[in-house]
């Protein structure tokens, strides 16, 4: 029988909720491309409910226990002898979020004796080392797209709150104030700017896609060229790299996975070459650029504004830089866990369980290292070598 180690983010201040805000879900059965969702012999949970919190569980007790497995969850994951690292010992299966990362570090991998499985709930396996898991026979999996359009709609909202200064005028209302000047002094309309992204995968593109219809101008570098069919449906331009793209750009939103070719790209040089007064929007990962950089680039204007969904590390401490820097619009990483991707994001899961324990293929779009090498969507979208 196997052990199943689940680390989720704590329940809400006021407990876990007993009533929602709405009673159901749109059905989303498809993905754009063709990709069904997952699909899973059967689900224990009810769609729309809070799943990725420690009470939720993703709805996996019930299907775990009546096979005779054991289900061990914590958000205890950081400090020096966590129930992390003292469950990890024995533990067949890691679960882990990206909004709430278990640290698979080499030493942790290592130390983890019977780790056959390390399963992330969401989209991303940068918190898994994926050397140490191709050197340990490890398999990684992620439940690819489910929250991609969910990050993608997070990026429009972040790009036309920065560009219309949304925050700080929000923020005049709840002080009592009507201080329009104010308000105004720091907004645009995005009609007419230049925006590019760094990657122009399932969520980059879904930005574009999204972004069209406000009559902006789009550009885009990805190592992977769209098809020329796409490019002039939306009217792209391509740059070979980062480097030759950003200068051209008003708003810049980074949408790549973290690998050694990406991580640190936009740092003092990089941000330098960019336009002033550029907006730049990050939901991929935060150490794709350099935190000092950017509130250098934000206290001296070069940037207009900042907009994260991502930290590092994750929970960002109290003191964490990036909370009073100026101009910023930062969350915490909520993006890709909406009420809705949670939904998608718990049947993934259990759909990438069932196939690991009843020894059937899971997905090749899931995978991310098998066999003691890249696999499927890992193949396409990480590199190996030199991770830290």
Request: charged content about 20%; proline content about 6%.
């Amino acid at each position: 029988m196997a052990k199943v180690l689940c680390v989720l983010y704590d329940d809400p201040k006021d407990g876990y909720p007993t009533s929602y805000a709405r009673d159901d879900l749109p059905v989303i059965d498809h993905y754009p491309g063709g990709q069904t969702a997952p699909t899973p012999k059967s689900t224990d949970f009810t769609p729309g409910h809070l799943l990725g919190s420690v009470s939720g569980e993703l709805g996996l007790r019930t299907f775990l226990e009546s096979r005779g497995h054991t289900l061990v969850v914590t958000s205890d994951k950081d400090a020096a002898g966590s129930a992390f690292d003292r469950e990890l010992a024995d533990a067949d299966v890691v679960i882990s979020q990206p909004f709430w990362p278990a640290y698979l570090t080499p030493e942790r991998i290592a130390a983890a004796k019977n780790l056959k499985l390390a399963v992330t709930a969401g989209i991303g396996s940068d918190h898994v080392d994926l050397d140490a898991a191709i050197a340990h026979g490890v398999t990684v999996a992620e439940v690819t797209y489910c929250n991609s359009i969910s990050v993608a709609e997070h990026v429009v909202m972040m790009t036309l709150s920065l560009v219309r200064n949304y925050l700080p005028s929000h923020r005049t209302v709840l002080d009592g104030g009507w201080d329009i000047a104010d308000c105004v002094a720091r907004s645009y309309d995005l009609e007419g700017m230049h925006v590019g992204t760094v990657a122009a995968g399932r969520i980059g593109l879904a930005v574009l896609r999204r972004l069209a219809p406000f009559d902006v101008k789009l550009h885009y570098t990805d190592r992977h060229r769209l098809p020329k069919e796409v490019e002039e449906e939306l009217g792209l331009t391509f740059h070979a790299s980062a480097e030759e793209m950003v200068p051209y750009c008003d708003v810049v939103t980074i949408n790549a996975p973290l690998h050694p070719e990406t991580e640190g790209l936009f740092g003092d040089k990089l941000l330098g070459s960019m336009k002033r007064g550029t907006y730049l929007i990050n939901t991929a990962r935060a150490k794709i650029v350099d935190q000092d950089a950017v509130q250098r680039a934000l206290e001296s204007g070069q940037l207009a504004g900042y907009a994260g969904d991502v930290w590092y590390p994750q929970p960002a401490p109290a003191d964490h830089p990036w909370r009073t820097m100026p101009h910023h619009g930062m969350t915490p990483h909520i993006s890709g866990s909406s009420l809705s991707a949670q939904a998608r994001y718990a049947a993934g899961t259990r759909e990438i369980l069932e196939c690991w324990l009843d020894g059937t293929p899971i997905r090749d779009e899931y995978l991310i290292v098998q066999g003691g090498g890249l696999a499927g969507t890992g193949a396409h979208s990480y590199a190996v070598g030199g991770r830290g």
